[in-house]
């Protein structure tokens, strides 16, 4: 049985005005994190923060054509599969009581740049994490 996969409110409703679908999100990551970290065409690389700390992320499938082209060429590549990387990532908290929850994309190019600075322009992801881990799903927060 996998964990449930929860969208924060505030990104769901950001990714319909971005023109992305929040429920085919949810489910491929729900996919994703139910199988083998390199095995979902959309995701790879699945990076951890400090361990003190909640905020995570996966590299996601790019949004810039040739290097979409180029990450599912990887993919359908056994020798290469496990190889694809992008600048493009999904901010997620994990806790073995509540399951997932995704708080943003991170859309390329800059993702990495962010990350590095996290704790200086991510602090309010690094919080809803915390508060993910911490008290659990809440209804109102959370779809």
Not at 68 to 96: M, N
Request: net charge negative; proline share 6%.
């Amino acid at each position: 049985m996998s964990l449930p996969v929860h969208v924060l409110a505030q990104t769901y409703i950001e990714f319909q005005s971005r023109g992305l679908d929040p429920e085919l999100i949810r489910e491929e990551f729900e996919k994703y994190k139910s199988g083998a970290e390199f095995d979902h065409e959309w995701f790879c690389h699945d990076v951890g923060s400090n361990p003190r700390e909640y905020l995570r992320h996966v590299h996601f499938i790019p949004s810039d054509l040739a290097a979409e082209a180029q990450w599912l060429a990887d993919f359908a590549d056994p020798h290469r599969k496990a190889r694809r990387t992008s600048d493009r990532y999904v901010l997620y908290a994990w806790d073995p009581r509540h399951g997932y929850l995704i708080i943003d994309i991170l859309d390329d190019p800059g993702a990495h740049t962010l990350w590095k600075q996290r704790h200086k322009k991510l602090p309010n992801y690094e919080l809803a994490a915390t508060n993910f881990c911490t008290y659990g799903p809440n209804v109102s927060d959370h779809k």
